[in-house]
């Protein structure tokens, strides 16, 4: 694990983003840390994960935008 400043980072990106393909590095900023993630190679899938059951009973933005039309109808109709 490698953790560096955000002004050392932006010096050294490449060196970084490399040691990223072998170890884990953090951008330290102020309290907050930040995580350089592993590339998805253009060989891999564009799946990454399945989808799991969460996904299968989540909602869709057309439901969510009807949703919140009624809600907001609802709002305004009591003025």
Do not use: W
Not at 41 to 60: G, K, L, M, Q
């Amino acid at each position: 694990m490698t953790v560096v400043s955000t002004k050392e980072f932006n010096t050294n990106q490449d060196k970084y983003f490399d040691l990223a393909l072998d170890e884990e590095v953090f951008i330290k900023r102020g309290d907050n840390m930040f995580i350089v993630q592993n590339y998805v190679s253009n060989d891999e899938p564009d799946v990454i994960c399945e989808p799991d059951d969460d996904f299968y009973s989540s909602i869709t933005m057309e439901e969510v935008r009807d949703s919140l039309h009624k809600t907001l109808d609802k709002l305004y109709a009591k003025k």
